[in-house]
């Protein structure tokens, strides 16, 4: 107890203690509404099953391509590593953009030289298929409220002093899926 009687031990004490029960109150509390904010990336028709679905025709695609002697290796690894990120379930959403670009980068490629070929029947109706949920999941993406959410959150609630606080707490702040 005598150490409490000095004043500016006591000071300290009290600021340790005022500092770190803010610093918890921000990460329970502010780290809930950014992960539900978050959440909603990885919700139900949500923008990470749209990047599920773009990769499993990507796939689909790969094999059509490479039966027809076109290498679409590039395609493949862009392909899974965007299916690497989405498994984790805590990938940032500008990772997971990084790896939805570069898959749709190669896929134009690869989808180039399909549309150059002259498919059987059976193939050209797979890639037409794969190409036009492709689209559609992209359109889904583009139409998706995430971002919309995301950016209303950080404008309302990513203010000084609560933003540095949330960053001193370790609380991830939900990103813009660009």
Do not use: W
């Amino acid at each position: 107890m005598k150490l409490l009687k000095n004043p500016v031990l006591a000071f300290m004490l009290a600021l340790l203690i005022v500092v770190s029960s803010t610093l918890v109150n921000v990460h329970v509390k502010y780290g809930r509404i950014c992960r539900d904010v978050s959440e909603t990336f990885y919700a139900e028709n949500g923008i990470a099953d749209h990047l599920s679905s773009i990769r499993m025709d990507a796939a689909v695609l790969v094999s059509v391509a490479e039966s027809n002697g076109i290498d679409a290796g590039d395609l493949s690894d862009a392909a899974n590593n965007l299916q690497s990120m989405l498994s984790r379930n805590t990938s940032s959403a500008g990772t997971l953009f990084r790896c939805y670009d570069q898959l749709c980068l190669e896929l134009v490629g690869v989808e180039q030289k399909l549309l150059g070929l002259a498919l059987n029947d059976t193939d050209a109706k797979t890639v037409s298929d794969c190409l036009a949920r492709i689209q559609d999941a992209k359109n889904a993406i583009a139409a998706s409220p995430y971002n919309n959410t995301v950016r209303a959150f950080l404008i309302k609630d990513a203010r000084f002093p609560t933003h540095l606080l949330a960053r001193l707490a370790d609380v991830d702040i939900p990103e813009v899926f660009a």
